[in-house]
């Protein structure tokens, strides 16, 4: 150790007696800055009860109104939610809906009535909802190739695509992967009374995957040619940035149980109106225990009916006040010096 | 083992290396093979390039493999890049020393040559003020004395200059002759003692004297030393190159780890096991529920027959979702802050020494925790708790004592009295004060007279005599000059016994060039002399006046001297000759030689010598040791003396507060039974309110360190305070090593030479930049000007230092496991794949920027004022018994970054539910919940704030977001418009502003 410091004396001989030229002359004191001797202006905040209480206290007050107005809202919304998996299975059948679901000669056509609970004004949102379908398992999330999609000149390119790559004769498939391939296929179409009520399946899907993430030049081609079709085939004649199913399927979901968007209807609806819905339920769910449903619901500036952050402010909010004021009892009645007005600190 | 050097003969040139010097690690070739080798020997290192060739398998990796080769590389580079700058710099000065042109004799004339060609057998000429390139060995000097001066500083940190001398054999040569000169001269195989070369030479015929002539220390120009006031000097290069005694001692010291970095590696060691069981068991969880459940989810189209490694391929996965468990900035972070403190230690003014102009130096950078963490301080007392500016105070000379009533023999009128009426006692002993030293007198140009001395008690006796009117000139050569009453006395020194450790003594061979009788002058320790004096002569007053000095604190020299016979003295000259020559254990043979001479003393008397308090220890030593640190004073003085000064600065307090035990006997027995009682007396009475301390001396010392050991552990540990005097540097280690293996944090400090092996045997070395030289500094890891700024090191800069580290480093754990526990949570909603919830880039810079920046402002964070802190030192206890970074703390964090993962993770799939759940903004929703966390987690943490902290902590949250808000214009990037849709959403800051409040519960 000894040595080391040396050693650099050594090669660099000349300035070891300049150095000592130079120490004579000037001194070699620390040059003084708020910086370097750690006296920088801080503040000091120290958790005093009183701002505790303060802090506790104001932190209820602004929760608990949040709380509120975001239940409110989410009371706001109306929604008709209706399971049809089960119940669109022919009566024969339930006890093998497999067989039922993978038949293709049965037909799939199915009516279900909705009673519109409350007044609902549009645009009503029309969702199917997914449960127990990962859309996040790391082998189908990952399996679709975003190049592909964007542009028209790697149509051909579909790595990461297992299993979905190529057909059985070696020909890219155009949109590639297990996501695309698939698609989810039931079809929904709604009447009230006599008055059929449109559908609206324009812009469902996010402006910026129609513009830059799906070509509009890219067709599907080879797609759903193989043996084992998926789901939902695509007119190959449409180029991808307006298969707007797809680009909102392709939107995968982050959770198991899931809504997508089908369209929309631009129909005000009141309370107590019947509704027919006529689907085909041509979707396989049956073989995992999955269950679909039919969403209408109607959005407010927080979104769907989600009372979950309403409650969870509400929940914070109180138990901030509780606390402020269990503090502040506590305070009064065993008051406790902070360390830092005891001066000294006792260690144990 | 020996080299025989043939003087200016090129055939045996080629044997040895030439003066090269390279101080370099690495060369332009291997620098990148041997620098990552160094790298990759680190455990962190390895695992993290485990990671990510793991990652380059696409099957597997949960995210892109530049999400950890990115960091990695850049870590890689950062250290590399430091590696290679400082190398470059040392090749820089490597290369200017190596092409310094140097003249050497080549064919019988002088050439001028670049210091790299020197060889072997070289004679080189050195003008004054310039380097010695390479060891030499003195031929001749412009001096008719045969001497020179050198300034041997850069070796051994000693600033005064020391005489060397030319062999015998080869005085009286004229320059011309040295052209010429051939000889052999046999000398050890290099080594690395700076103090020792035991050597000789001979010179060929013509050349007059062709006997065998000894070499030492004192005939040698080592490299790095400058030639001083001297116009030239020659020498024969014997080592070169690498091989010089410089080369040789040049090394890489053992890295020291404080107790902190064995902490956060065990620590990481826990957390990598953790890692490898949830890898065990979600990858079998994995397993299981593809096999059951997956292969129902036809979309995600499983093989049925698939390759044996699949059943890998789950568990790998989760090993790579949680290899960020560990942090890999920690490493970074560290080293950072860890250079903040040591550069804050070297900009504070508060421990900058105005009298010498030195400001303390961290010249470790990485072991400030430590000091925090201190629990024995091993002090020496020479120069350390004392001043070492010796003063004369007192003498006792032929049984009277001078100098009681003023406490300045100086100013005792019987003593000037004694000296005008050249009492003869007093007269002998001011002589030998004179005469019998290693000092160097300098005369300047107007006629006063300053000394140059190694030792300060030396400096201290010649400057006494000088006062007292015998006055020593000029020493030149083996001629001595000294001035008495205006009568000059000249003097040949014939013979110089020199000090060493173990004879505590020095004697002088001199002879009266008027009278031509001969006389041996010895001063030393009293118990090194007074043995020695002759049959009948009354010592007791003598023993008497040591007892009363050393209990005043005095330092005491006892002089004595005897006149030789010419006979006598001639046949000691040859075997001292003899013993000076020989090239095995010639210390210990020069040692017998001279106790062959050293008897039969007259005593003359003994001179005490004050040596003061530095200012501020004993108040620093009562608040380190409120603090809770325990003090062992190691000294090589004697038992009471040693009493004293450790009374003096409140190491020890008088009955009946405290009480002071002794070990002595002189033999096994006695010491045993010593050792035994005072144990026993230390067992019964720990309980009670009194202080007690054993002292200890080097002879009994040393028959308990071979054969009782386990009982001293036991005092040890029992005993908060310990004297040990008369104690050698090897002791001094070996009680370091003793506390060390009962595991306490030991800190040695002192300034001497003999202080260097404690201090690096220390886990931390304090070296005072002294009166002795610099070689206590220089081996230290921190260096200071005076005692009293150890309260200042140990607990400001010592504590700051714990506590920020203590932050820093379980902070980077904790927000490493909140990102990685959400990975983990999210596997179980999403078929326990592996998918990784949030993508490539943020998770790189979660961990490299995010997360790291804001934290490394904690180098400015103070929990406590100084000023509370000094006045409070007892709260140094808390980072002694590591309240603040140990396995319980760090369960604290570690069950805080789950609470938080869970918390963040349910909020955020609920807020983000149903129509919501999209995978991309789920994530980015987590990401910011984490991100909102952490900087209230900091902020939280840190006690106090400056606007750089403000800076950092906002900026960096800030600048999460103007990060995202870019990466989400690139239509390619993965988060395409992302951040945008979130920040228009009052659902975001709304779940936001919900996470944080968790933080309260």
């Known amino acids: 150790m000894m040595m080391d410091g040396s050693a650099a004396g050594t090669s660099n001989g000349g300035s070891g007696a300049d150095g000592d030229a130079a120490r004579r002359n000037n001194t070699r004191m620390p040059k003084y800055s708020k910086f370097t001797q750690q006296e920088l202006p801080a503040c000091k905040p120290i958790l005093t009860p009183k701002w505790v209480v303060s802090v506790f206290f104001l932190v209820g007050v602004v929760f608990v109104p949040v709380g509120v107005v975001s239940l409110l809202a989410a009371q706001d919304v109306v929604e008709i939610i209706d399971r049809y998996d089960h119940a669109c299975v022919p009566p024969n059948m339930t006890d093998n809906k497999l067989a039922y679901i993978k038949n293709d000669t049965i037909s799939k056509e199915c009516t279900r009535i909705l009673t519109v609970t409350k007044e609902m004004k549009q645009p009503i949102y029309v969702y199917y909802q997914l449960d127990n379908f990962y859309q996040n398992h790391r082998r189908y999330v990952k399996s679709r190739n975003d190049a592909q999609l964007r542009d028209y000149k790697k149509s051909n390119t579909t790595t990461s695509c297992d299993p979905e790559r190529f057909t059985a004769d070696g020909k890219p498939i155009v949109p590639c992967g297990l996501i695309a391939w698939s698609l989810f296929n039931d079809t929904y179409s709604f009447t009230r009374g006599k008055e059929n009520l449109t559908v609206n399946k324009k812009d469902i899907s996010w402006k910026s995957d129609r513009e830059h993430k799906f070509a509009k030049n890219v067709y599907p081609s080879n797609f759903q040619n193989g043996a084992l079709i998926g789901g939902k085939k695509l007119n190959s004649s449409i180029p991808l940035s307006e298969q707007e199913d797809l680009i909102v399927w392709m939107r995968t979901a982050a959770l198991p149980t899931f809504r997508k968007l089908y369209g929309r209807i631009y129909v005000d609806l009141k309370a107590n109106d019947t509704i027919t819905v006529r689907l085909s339920n041509n979707y396989n769910t049956y073989s995992f225990g999955g269950k679909k449903k039919l969403v209408l619901s109607t959005a407010t500036w927080l979104g769907g009916k989600n009372d979950f952050l309403g409650f969870a402010y509400l929940i914070v909010g109180g138990l901030c006040i509780f606390l402020a004021f269990a503090f502040t009892l506590l305070y009064l009645i065993k008051p406790r010096l902070v360390a830092f007005e005891l001066r000294s600190i006792t260690v144990k | 083992m020996k080299r025989f050097v043939y003087i200016n003969d090129e055939s045996y040139q080629n044997d040895y290396c030439d003066n090269q010097i390279s101080n370099t690690k690495y060369t332009l070739w291997n620098f990148l093979p041997k620098n990552l080798w160094e790298q990759f020997r680190r455990f962190m290192n390895q695992y993290f390039l485990l990671i990510a060739c793991l990652q380059l398998w696409s099957l597997i990796t949960p995210v892109n493999p530049a999400s950890t080769w990115g960091p990695l590389i850049v870590i890689f580079a950062v250290s590399a890049t430091k590696e290679a700058w400082d190398d470059y710099n040392r090749y820089i000065s490597d290369k200017q020393a190596n092409e310094k042109k140097v003249w050497i004799v080549k064919n019988g004339a002088r050439k001028h040559i670049q210091a790299q060609d020197i060889r072997v057998g070289n004679i080189v000429w050195i003008r004054e003020n310039e380097e010695v390139p390479c060891d030499l060995v003195l031929t001749g000097t412009s001096e008719p004395q045969g001497i020179c001066h050198v300034e041997t500083a850069a070796l051994d940190g000693?600033?005064?200059?020391?005489?060397?001398?030319?062999?015998?054999?080869?005085?009286?040569?004229?320059?011309?002759?040295?052209?010429?000169?051939?000889?052999?001269?046999?000398?050890?195989?290099?080594?690395?003692?700076?103090?020792?070369?035991?050597?000789?030479?001979?010179?060929?015929?013509?050349?007059?004297?062709?006997?065998?002539?000894?070499?030492?220390?004192?005939?040698?120009?080592?490299?790095?030393?400058?030639?001083?006031?001297?116009?030239?000097?020659?020498?024969?290069?014997?080592?070169?190159?690498?091989?010089?005694?410089?080369?040789?001692?040049?090394?890489?010291?053992?890295?020291?780890?404080?107790?902190?970095?064995?902490?956060?590696?065990?620590?990481?060691?826990?957390?990598?096991?953790?890692?490898?069981?949830?890898?065990?068991?979600?990858?079998?969880?994995?397993?299981?529920?593809?096999?059951?459940?997956?292969?129902?989810?036809?979309?995600?189209?499983?093989?049925?027959?698939?390759?044996?490694?699949?059943?890998?391929?789950?568990?790998l996965r989760f090993e790579l979702l949680c290899s960020i468990m560990i942090p890999i900035s920690i490493k970074v972070s560290l080293d950072f802050v860890k250079s903040m403190y040591a550069k804050f230690i070297d900009w504070d003014e508060e421990i900058y020494d105005q009298e010498t102009d030195t400001p303390a130096h961290a010249a470790n950078t990485a072991i400030s925790e430590d000091l925090g963490q201190v629990e024995y301080i091993l002090t020496d007392k020479t120069g350390t708790l004392t001043e070492n500016k010796m003063i004369f105070r007192r003498c006792c000379i032929a049984g009277t004592l001078y100098g009681n009533e003023s406490g300045d023999a100086l100013k005792d009128i019987e003593l000037l009295n004694a000296v005008a009426d050249n009492s003869p006692h007093v007269i002998k002993f001011l002589t030998v004060m004179a005469l019998c030293n290693t000092v160097i007198p300098i005369k300047s140009p107007s006629g006063t007279i300053s000394y140059k001395a190694q030792s300060q008690d030396e400096d201290a006796l010649v400057n006494a005599a000088s006062n007292l009117h015998v006055v020593l000139v000029s020493k030149n050569g083996n001629n001595a000059e000294i001035h008495f009453n205006r009568r000059v006395i000249q003097y040949e020194i014939l013979d110089i016994l020199e000090f060493t450790s173990d004879r505590k003594r020095m004697s002088i061979v001199i002879s009266d060039s008027q009278s031509g009788k001969i006389f041996l002058l010895s001063k030393g320790a009293d118990e090194a002399i007074l043995p020695l004096a002759y049959c009948g002569q009354q010592i007791k007053t003598f023993v008497d006046a040591v007892d009363k000095y050393a209990q005043l604190g005095l330092r005491t020299l006892c002089l004595g001297w005897r006149e030789l016979s010419l006979e006598e003295y001639l046949e000691w000259s040859r075997l001292f000759k003899e013993a000076n020559s020989a090239l095995v254990d010639r210390e210990w043979k020069v040692a017998e030689v001279c106790q062959k001479l050293e008897h039969t003393l007259d005593i003359l008397g003994i001179s005490a010598i004050e040596d003061r308090l530095q200012d501020g220890v004993p108040e620093t030593i009562e608040i380190l040791r409120q603090s809770g640190i325990n003090f062992w004073m190691l000294t090589g003085d004697k038992q009471s003396t040693a009493i004293q000064i450790a009374l003096l600065c409140n190491l020890i307090s008088s009955e009946p507060k405290g009480q002071l035990l002794y070990i002595n006997g002189k033999t096994e027995d006695e010491v045993a039974r010593s050792l035994e009682r005072v144990l026993l007396t230390m067992r019964i009475t720990s309980s009670e309110p009194k202080e007690l301390a054993f002292v200890v001396d080097g002879w009994a010392l040393e028959i308990i360190l071979t054969r009782y050991k386990e009982a001293f552990t036991e005092l040890a540990v029992l005993s908060k305070t310990a004297i040990c005097c008369r104690v050698t540097p090897s002791q001094k280690a070996q009680l370091v090593k003793l506390l060390k293996s009962c595991d306490y944090r030991t800190l040695a400090i002192g300034d001497g030479g003999n202080d260097v092996r404690m201090i690096q045997q220390a886990h931390i070395g304090v070296g005072i930049s002294g009166r002795e030289g610099l070689q206590?500094?220089?081996?230290?890891?921190?260096?200071?000007?005076?005692?009293?700024?150890?309260?200042?090191?140990?607990?400001?800069?010592?504590?700051?230092?714990?506590?920020?580290?203590?932050?820093?480093?379980?902070?980077?754990?904790?927000?490493?496991?909140?990102?990685?526990?959400?990975?983990?949570?999210?596997?179980?909603?999403?078929?326990?794949?592996?998918?990784?919830?949030?993508?490539?880039?943020?998770?790189?810079?979660?961990?490299?920027?995010?997360?790291?920046?804001?934290?490394?402002?904690?180098?400015?964070?103070?929990?406590?004022?100084?000023?509370?802190?000094?006045?409070?030192?007892?709260?140094?206890?808390?980072?002694?018994?590591?309240?603040?970074?140990?396995?319980?703390?760090?369960?604290?964090?570690?069950?805080?970054?789950?609470?938080?993962?869970?918390?963040?993770?349910?909020?955020?799939?609920?807020?983000?539910?149903?129509?919501?759940?999209?995978?991309?903004?789920?994530?980015?929703?987590?990401?910011?919940?984490?991100?909102?966390?952490?900087?209230?987690?900091?902020?939280?943490?840190?006690?106090?704030?400056?606007?750089?902290?403000?800076?950092?902590?906002?900026?960096?949250?800030?600048?999460?977001?103007?990060?995202?808000?870019?990466?989400?214009?690139?239509?390619?990037?993965?988060?395409?418009?992302?951040?945008?849709?979130?920040?228009?959403?009052?659902?975001?800051?709304?779940?936001?502003?919900?996470?944080?409040?968790?933080?309260?519960?």
């Open chain 2, 776 to 1001: 206590a500094a220089r081996a230290a890891d921190y260096s200071i000007g005076k005692f009293r700024f150890l309260k200042r090191l140990i607990l400001v800069h010592g504590r700051y230092s714990y506590n920020r580290t203590a932050f820093l480093s379980q902070y980077s754990f904790y927000k490493s496991l909140l990102i990685c526990f959400i990975q983990i949570l999210f596997s179980f909603v999403s078929g326990i794949a592996g998918t990784s919830l949030f993508n490539s880039v943020s998770l790189m810079a979660y961990n490299v920027f995010y997360t790291s920046i804001p934290v490394l402002t904690t180098v400015l964070d103070k929990d406590l004022s100084e000023k509370t802190v000094t006045q409070n030192p007892e709260i140094l206890l808390y980072c002694q018994a590591g309240r603040l970074l140990n396995p319980s703390t760090f369960a604290g964090w570690f069950g805080r970054s789950l609470y938080h993962a869970i918390v963040v993770f349910l909020i955020t799939i609920h807020a983000y539910a149903n129509e919501k759940s999209e995978m991309e903004e789920l994530s980015m929703v987590a990401l910011s919940g984490s991100i909102w966390l952490q900087a209230f987690v900091v902020t939280l943490e840190m006690s106090s704030f400056t606007f750089l902290q403000f800076l950092a902590i906002w900026g960096n949250f800030a600048a999460f977001y103007v990060i995202n808000l870019c990466i989400s214009t690139i239509p390619t990037a993965g988060m395409y418009t992302i951040m945008f849709r979130l920040c228009r959403q009052p659902s975001y800051w709304i779940t936001m502003l919900v996470s944080i409040t968790i933080m309260f519960f």
């Open chain 2, 158 to 315: 000693e600033i005064d200059l020391k005489t060397r001398v030319i062999p015998t054999t080869c005085i009286g040569l004229d320059s011309e002759q040295l052209h010429k000169i051939k000889g052999v001269i046999e000398c050890p195989i290099p080594d690395k003692d700076i103090r020792r070369f035991d050597a000789n030479i001979r010179l060929f015929p013509p050349f007059i004297d062709n006997d065998i002539c000894p070499l030492t220390i004192n005939n040698t120009l080592l490299q790095s030393c400058y030639l001083r006031n001297t116009e030239w000097a020659c020498g024969v290069a014997v080592y070169t190159g690498n091989e010089t005694k410089l080369g040789m001692s040049r090394g890489v010291p053992e890295p020291k780890l404080t107790a902190m970095d064995a902490m956060i590696d065990k620590l990481t060691g826990a957390i990598f096991l953790f890692q490898l069981a949830v890898v065990v068991v979600l990858g079998s969880a994995g397993n299981v529920w593809k096999d059951t459940e997956a292969r129902k989810q036809w979309y995600v189209k499983y093989d049925d027959d698939e390759p044996w490694y699949q059943i890998l391929v789950i568990p």
